[in-house]
């Protein structure tokens, strides 16, 4: 593992994990199999980093069958290794791995184990991916074949396009959807002359200035707002 860069304990425990699943010639079998135990396939020097490793097939070396604890246990090892040795493009790849492994934090390795093992796949989904193996770049003509019931109607297409029930507004001339127009025009349009009116109103009020009661110390008759003359005259007047 010299390849991870420094020697840290993080990459220790991570060496120890490895060995032991490879000393224990781990096997894929299918869940009718009496025997069964799921495994998930990891990268030792992840993909991220060594694309030159990458390939399995050709580096069968790069390959670990790990249970989904110890994987997700690896995955955080890794992430830390890296923290611990500042190299700083190890550590956002490595994160972004585990982010992807914990759901965003929310599963630790116990609750992934479980969820993993417990997880069965519909036939639809089973097709979906051995299709997506052979081809992924046709994703979204998965997507459309498995989502969608049918080639769209006009109806449908008009609707999506928002060009169904469109009004205008009498006051501002714009166009727009029924629902949205009478929400936002005809009787409640700024341009109404009764809401033109409020508005004007409205204004007005807010740029009047507000009435200050004005007082006059006792003591040095000068005259000043209430705030003002209470805090520095009356009882704390210099000539009391």
């Not at 030792?44 to 060594?50: C, K, R």
């Amino acid at each position: 593992m010299k390849h991870l860069h420094n020697e840290t304990k993080y990459l220790r425990y991570y060496n120890i994990i490895v060995l032991n699943s490879k000393f224990k010639n781990r096997t894929k079998l299918q869940k009718s199999n009496q025997d069964y135990v799921y495994y998930e396939r990891h990268h030792i020097l992840p993909a991220s980093l060594f694309p030159e490793y990458k390939d399995l097939k050709d580096n069968k070396w790069n390959s670990v069958l790990l249970t989904a604890r110890e994987h997700f246990i690896c995955h955080i090892l890794i992430w830390k290794h890296y923290k611990s040795t500042y190299y700083t493009n190890g550590r956002i790849k490595m994160t972004h791995a585990l982010k992807r492994l914990s759901c965003d934090g929310k599963h630790n390795a116990k609750l992934y184990q479980s969820l993993k093992v417990k997880i069965e796949h519909t036939k639809e989904s089973k097709l979906k991916m051995s299709l997506l193996k052979l081809n992924p770049s046709k994703l979204t003509l998965l997507n459309n074949f498995f989502y969608r019931k049918g080639p769209f109607t006009e109806e449908h297409k008009m609707n999506m396009r928002g060009q169904k029930d469109k009004s205008k507004c009498p006051f501002c001339g714009l166009i727009g959807g029924t629902n949205n127009m009478q929400k936002w025009h005809f009787d409640n349009c700024i341009e109404h002359p009764m809401n033109a009116q409020r508005n004007i109103e409205n204004r007005l009020k807010r740029t009047k200035p507000k009435p200050y009661t004005k007082i006059k110390c006792p003591h040095c008759e000068i005259v000043g707002t209430k705030g003002n003359m209470t805090r520095w005259h009356f009882d704390n007047c210099k000539l009391k």
